[in-house]
């Protein structure tokens, strides 16, 4: 039997989450702007936006000739319009403000637990990557967060051209960390997303000692990693 080599792990709601709702964020910087949006309206507004700019671009816009900073910059501006906010000047900055309000740790927080397992998984000897649905503002997240250092590469599915549960995703990962899919294990909270995607190397987030979970797509709760 092959020793166990590569970790690779998700990082929303693996490893990091956001600090408050979507809808919150963006109302409490629309009232910076000296606008009164209701949290709630945007909360409903983004999640329709959202839904609607991945089934129309899919993996932000990834050879659709929309770079991921235009796809976020829409998505952004159309939230606050279907919440009432029609002023074109104020959405432009409102968009580009909550755009490189995200990519820092003011929006994200390491989740209980999961700095001390990648510690203890580094002085254990394993390789660690991370796979993610995310686009390039990633690296900076995780330097931001202080999580970066842990990681011999960090692979997005913008820079990998192709989305989880995409399998071509996991075969990037394996050549950049140098494994077999036998030597490799994925941690991460969406079943399908990563624990069915991942196939015989998948194991669940309960590995950091959280349930997984993902809108009701939670992981089989005695599903865990190679020991």
């Not at 001390?116 to 998984?121: D, F, I, K, P, Y």
């Not at 394993?126 to 960090?154: P, T």
């Not at 069915?196 to 194991?203: F, H, K, L, T």
Request: with cysteine.
């Amino acid at each position: 039997m092959l020793k166990l080599r590569l970790l690779t792990w998700d990082v929303k709601d693996t490893l990091l989450r956001l600090r408050q709702p979507v809808g919150q964020s963006y109302a409490a910087e629309a009232r910076a702007q000296g606008l009164q949006v209701q949290p709630e309206a945007l909360g409903r507004s983004f999640r329709e936006v959202y839904g609607a700019q991945s089934r129309r671009f899919p993996n932000y816009g990834h050879g659709q000739g929309l770079s991921s900073r235009q796809w976020w910059l829409d998505v952004v501006k159309q939230s606050f319009r279907l919440s009432g906010v029609q002023d074109e000047a104020a959405l432009t900055k409102l968009a580009e403000k909550l755009y490189r309000d995200y990519c820092s740790s003011h929006n994200w927080e390491v989740l209980p637990g999961a700095a001390e397992t990648l510690s203890r998984c580094r002085q254990l000897g394993f390789r660690m990557g991370v796979v993610s649905n995310f686009d390039s503002r990633l690296e900076a997240i995780l330097s931001q967060c202080d999580l970066r250092h842990h990681f011999q590469f960090v692979l997005t599915s913008e820079a990998a051209g192709f989305a989880k549960p995409d399998g071509r995703i996991f075969e990037q990962a394996l050549r950049l960390g140098g494994a077999r899919p036998e030597q490799a294990a994925h941690i991460g909270d969406d079943y399908s997303r990563d624990y069915r995607a991942a196939g015989p190397w998948a194991c669940t987030a309960s590995c950091c000692g959280r349930p997984g979970r993902a809108g009701g797509r939670s992981c089989p709760p005695s599903t865990s990693c190679p020991r």
